[in-house]
């Protein structure tokens, strides 16, 4: 991975991580001005109660629905308490009647109280919560989107608790803590870029350092295994001018002594040469064999096709089915040729295979085979054991822009496929 991509994508993670911090402490800051704002409310329903309470309670006829008194009440509400933010005022008696409001229609119905609202008369003080605007008290609040009610306790001149109320815009709240944030987001995103612009830096070097490591590998990589290719034909060169011509200069020189033997009689004699003869023929078979394995010398002469069939003959000398098909040129054959030979000696020496397909296409190598196949705790067991040809190979393949993967199940067999670009 290029590192532009990779700086891109540390750059617009960082900046994803801003938003969710802007916008966890505007949600953050919401609860604690809605916290606020509910002491906030409590106070003031407190000291708005004691107004009312001081202003307007002269005596005790808004117990019995005294036009003077409620109208004494009405002056205070509209003067003093309604405005931008309280929308509604009501004052309640205990047994859930409705003394007074400023919305007039209300005034001498009968709702139950709520639990916490009759606690109050019993213990004083105040109290403030989301208003539950679906009640049929506050069908004449609904127009508003969301709002906070408080209540307190407050006396009349004879003594007789009432229940005050107020009706609290919400909206208020989301404007505290949109203040608050706006008072802290512009030096902590501040904090928060400065402190981006200098991880860009470090982040671009790292990268730039993984990235050459990276390819240092790869090139290490490339070389081990053209090391080993040079090696193998080494390996071959002096096997083939060697060891193999000797093998069959002996098993030649052999041949007439049997004749010889047999002319003069001595048919044991005979036996033994010819038995010596037929080892050493079949050394040589086996030599050649392994000569093919290690190096194919045809695959810049004869082309893709002889080479692979030559790795599929060990198989079929084994009684294995094979089927070969190898379509038209224009790909690395070095490279599906290094594959397909991985994966064959893996299919001879472990996959008790009945029958192995090797197909091949201008950008494709399949092998596959019918045998007990692995999972992946065996494969992860063989590469720790020191068999990591096709995971070297998966390495390669990856330089020449290719891919390689291995599909393989206990009992279903094992496909290795290998995509090349023309």
Do not use: C
């Amino acid at each position: 991975m290029r590192s532009a991509t990779v700086v891109t994508r540390f750059l617009l993670g960082s900046l994803a991580a801003i938003a969710v911090i802007l916008i966890g402490g505007f949600f953050a800051l919401r609860g604690v001005a809605t916290e606020e704002a509910e002491r906030d409310t409590q106070e003031r329903v407190e000291l708005e109660g004691k107004l009312v309470e001081a202003a307007a309670l002269f005596d005790d006829g808004v117990l019995t629905g005294d036009p003077e008194a409620l109208a004494r009440i009405d002056n205070v509400v509209q003067g003093q308490i309604l405005g931008e933010s309280v929308v509604r005022v009501k004052i309640w008696a205990k047994d859930g009647t409705i003394l007074y409001s400023d919305e007039p229609r209300l005034i001498g119905e009968r709702f139950a109280l709520g639990a916490e609202e009759a606690e109050l008369f019993e213990t004083g003080g105040a109290d403030a919560e989301l208003s539950d605007l679906s009640e049929p008290e506050n069908r004449y609040e609904r127009q508003e989107d969301k709002l906070l009610e408080a209540h307190t306790v407050i006396r009349t001149p004879n003594g007789t608790q009432v229940l005050f109320e107020i009706y609290q815009r919400f909206s208020s709240i989301n404007a505290s803590a949109s203040r608050i944030l706006g008072t802290l987001a512009p030096p902590m995103v501040a904090g928060l870029l400065v402190l981006l612009l200098f991880q860009v830096p470090l982040a671009w070097s790292l990268t730039r350092h993984l990235q050459r490591g990276h390819e240092e590998r790869e090139r290490l990589l490339a070389g081990a295994i053209e090391a080993q290719d040079r090696e193998r034909r080494r390996i071959a060169a002096d096997l083939h001018d060697g060891v193999v011509q000797d093998l069959a200069g002996v098993a030649f020189g052999l041949a007439p002594l049997a004749a010889d033997a047999r002319r003069r009689g001595n048919d044991e004699e005979a036996r033994v040469v010819d038995d010596a003869v037929d080892t050493l023929r079949q050394g040589v078979r086996d030599m050649r064999t392994l000569l093919v394995e290690i190096h194919p010398p045809r695959l810049e002469s004869a082309g893709l096709e002889p080479v692979l069939d030559d790795l599929l003959s060990p198989l079929r000398a084994q009684g294995v089915e094979t089927h070969l098909s190898v379509d038209e040129s224009g790909r690395d054959d070095a490279l599906v040729y290094r594959v397909a030979r991985e994966a064959l000696r893996n299919v001879a020496a472990h996959a008790e295979a009945r029958t192995v397909t090797v197909t091949v296409t201008p950008t494709t190598l399949t092998v596959t085979d019918d045998g007990r196949g692995f999972d992946a705790a065996q494969r992860a067991g063989r590469a720790e054991e020191g068999h990591v040809g096709l995971s070297l190979l998966g390495d390669l393949v990856a330089q020449a822009d290719g891919t390689l993967t291995i599909d393989s199940a206990l009992g279903r067999g094992t496909t290795v496929t290998l995509e090349v670009p023309r």
